[in-house]
């Protein structure tokens, strides 16, 4: 597999300002060889989000996740703490954990039934040294547990880093968080709820990830793709903003929550009621900031040309899971379900575009694709980093 270096000629292009900018290369978004790449490249060494917390919530929960192909396990052991390990077996490489479970103690593999616990430490090896002998000389079972990856749970989003290179979580994730802070305060957010009802989604789309992030970075296409959510937050009234290289997004200043439910959520304390923020972190995390609910969405690229989006909303304290609120609950997810699904004709049509010699990265826009831009050029510096 070539090593996806961009030409010096492409990355003039893709940086390029003042309305001259051009995107990617249709490999990027098509060659097999290029997404493998972003695997080690792009979202190995940094954090890279892989699921909600809130989707283990018992201790002894667990759920395998995937990662460009490589298999991982999120669990939440005793102590209720969210751990993430490689669900491999030790002994052949079994893939442990095929679907999401519960277990009382113990995490036994399928094949011959070695068994670790919820610390990934490996309890038994039945009948390893032959019938009825479950040791073997000299075979230290300590040194064969599950292979934890280094992981952080922030918002309810579940992080990882594969090479073990990233900087610590609260250095990287600070700017981002800076900015939410200003919006309602830290203690609040802790008491956001994942809610058990109408609060999740999941999207496939039969396009590169990339395509979605892009998507989702602008609002230029509102009024046309989005006739019902331009009402509520209508293009006019958007701004955008930039993290430098760990995020970018849109904001709306005249955001109306009241027209999309009969019965108000519960509110942030402080939080300007008209605003609405949609940082989007790289690599695959957006995020709906409001007054009166939050929701999450991670990106999973499965392949070169299929991506699963997962949604999870949330609510301010425990009366908005409340039966009271059953009826607004389903409202709002309804009103997100419509808004995301009328993402997919457009970026199917952008994947299909982009087998066409004719387009060679199109156009970036100064002012209405900036954001976008922001994320191109952050792709084309994790595939041809500086020189040290």
Same mark, same amino acid.
């Given at each position: 597999? =070539?090593? &996806? ?12 300002? /003042? ?22 490249? @792009? ?13 283990? &919530? ?23 703490? @969210? !751990? ?9 490489? =079994?893939?442990?954990?095929?679907? +999401? ?18 610390? /990934? ?11 009825? $002998? ?15 990856? !280094? ?11 594969? +090479? ?35 609060? +999740? ?8 990830? $990339?395509?979605?992030?892009? =998507?989702?970075?602008?609002?230029? #296409? ?20 930039? /993290? ?21 959520? &519960? ?22 900031? #409001? ?40 409202? !709002?997810?309804?009103?997100?379900? $419509? ?32 954001? +976008? ?16």
């Amino acid at each position: 597999m =070539n090593k &996806p270096f961009l030409t010096s000629a492409q990355i003039e292009a893709i940086t390029a300002s /003042g309305g001259c900018a051009t995107g990617l290369p249709n490999e990027a978004y098509t060659c097999p060889d290029f997404f493998r790449w972003e695997r080690e490249a @792009v979202f190995a060494n940094t954090w890279t989000c892989v699921g909600h917390g809130c989707s283990i &919530p018992l201790p002894g929960d667990l759920k395998p996740v995937g990662f460009l192909g490589a298999p991982l396990l999120m669990l939440r052991n005793r102590q209720d703490q @969210v !751990r993430v390990f490689h669900n491999v077996c030790s002994h052949r490489g =079994n893939e442990l954990v095929w679907q +999401s479970c519960h277990v009382d103690q113990l995490i036994r593999c399928p094949y011959h039934s070695w068994t670790y616990d919820l610390e /990934g430490n490996l309890l038994a090896t039945p009948h390893v040294g032959g019938t009825g $002998k479950n040791d073997i000389e000299g075979f230290d079972r300590s040194g064969h547990g599950l292979r934890e990856v !280094r992981s952080e749970v922030w918002l309810d989003l579940v992080f990882v880093n594969l +090479s073990e290179t990233a900087p610590p979580f609260e250095k990287f994730i600070a700017p981002l968080q800076h900015r939410i802070d200003r919006l309602g305060s830290r203690s609040q957010f802790a008491e956001l709820r994942a809610v058990r009802d109408h609060g +999740s989604l999941t999207i496939d789309f039969s396009g590169n990830w $990339k395509l979605d992030m892009e =998507n989702n970075l602008e609002s230029y #296409h509102l009024p046309w793709v989005h006739p019902d959510l331009n009402v509520v937050s209508r293009l006019e009234d958007h701004y955008h903003y930039y /993290g430098g290289d760990l995020f970018a997004g849109q904001g709306s200043t005249k955001y109306d929550h009241t027209r999309i439910n009969r019965k108000s959520f &519960p509110l942030f304390d402080g939080w300007p009621q008209q605003e609405a923020e949609y940082p989007s972190l790289y690599p695959n995390v957006f995020l709906g900031l #409001h007054c009166d609910h939050f929701w999450t969405r991670i990106l999973e690229p499965v392949g070169v040309d299929r991506t699963l989006d997962h949604l999870q909303i949330y609510y301010l304290g425990d009366a908005a899971e409340s039966e009271e609120y059953r009826e607004e609950r389903e409202t !709002r997810l309804k009103f997100w379900t $419509k808004v995301f699904n009328e993402d997919v004709g457009v970026i199917e049509g952008m994947q299909r575009g982009r087998q066409s010699p004719a387009f060679e990265g199109g156009v970036f826009t100064p002012l209405m694709d900036e954001p +976008s831009h922001h994320f191109a050029k952050w792709i084309a510096e994790k595939l041809n980093p500086a020189p040290a």
